[in-house]
């Protein structure tokens, strides 16, 4: 159990436009989810931390206005970069975590390319 | 601020190495250190640390964290080519997100 899935895995986008990330908790309801950025050779960067049903609470420096972040549910959160540009190219990495767990399971990531 | 600091940043040794992986870390309200092995994809958790001094193991890893001197290490005895990634450490505070190092690039070479 406690498998995490992101859509899509890899996307490829040009500058100024949108692109939205799902990040679904297959089989265990996820009271937390966590978006992390990973740029290449570096560490994951914690982004955003969302509680179902409630705003994200957002790391210093991360634009809330150009990451928003939905929990809609106990199985989904999803991350949309909006005017998307260049620098925002990233490996983009959810967690969930379940219960009272403070385990994070983490979903395979989305490789997102800006041109 | 937190901090967690790995060191190697990247090592390569021959099949068969035993090598050690470093994690120091200053995280306010610490609750626990983990280590996670990460390939090509997302992160694939190893151990969580909550107690110094108590060693975890799994097959040819083991962990052990010092909660005084604020660090950890990660053990791989007889190394193998599969090991090749990138150990990544995080200190976890009283709340559930985590902060990561910049992680040990791993190479075992044949």
């Known amino acids: 159990g406690a498998v995490v899935s992101q859509h899509p895995s890899w996307v490829i986008c040009k500058s100024g436009t949108s692109v939205k990330i799902e990040c679904r908790s297959l089989?265990?309801?996820?009271?937390?989810m966590f978006w992390y950025r990973q740029f290449p050779k570096q560490s994951l960067m914690l982004m955003a931390t969302?509680?179902?049903?409630?705003?994200?609470?957002?790391e210093q420096g991360v634009e809330k206005d150009k990451f928003l972040i939905n929990h809609a549910s106990l199985t989904l959160s999803t991350l949309t970069v909006t005017s998307a540009h260049p620098e925002d190219s990233s490996f983009y990495i959810c967690?969930?975590?379940?219960?009272?767990?403070?385990?994070?399971?983490f979903g395979p990531g989305t490789r997102l390319t800006v041109t | 601020e937190d901090k967690v600091v790995q060191s190697p940043l990247s090592l390569v040794v021959h099949e068969g190495d035993t090598v050690t992986l470093n994690c120091s870390y200053e995280v306010t309200n610490f609750r626990s250190l983990l280590w996670y092995k990460q390939e090509k994809k997302a992160p694939t958790f190893l151990f969580m640390l909550t107690s110094s001094g108590i060693e975890k193991k799994s097959g040819r890893l083991s962990s052990i964290l010092d909660k005084k001197e604020l660090f950890s290490i990660l053990n791989i005895t007889a190394t193998q080519t599969g090991d090749s990634a990138i150990y990544l450490c995080a200190g976890r505070d009283s709340g559930y997100a985590l902060n990561f190092g910049k992680g040990t690039s791993l190479l075992v070479t044949p």
């Open positions: 089989d265990f309801q996820a009271t937390t």
């Open positions: 969302s509680n179902e049903g409630s705003k994200a609470t957002y």
């Open positions: 967690s969930a975590t379940r219960g009272g767990s403070y385990e994070q399971y």
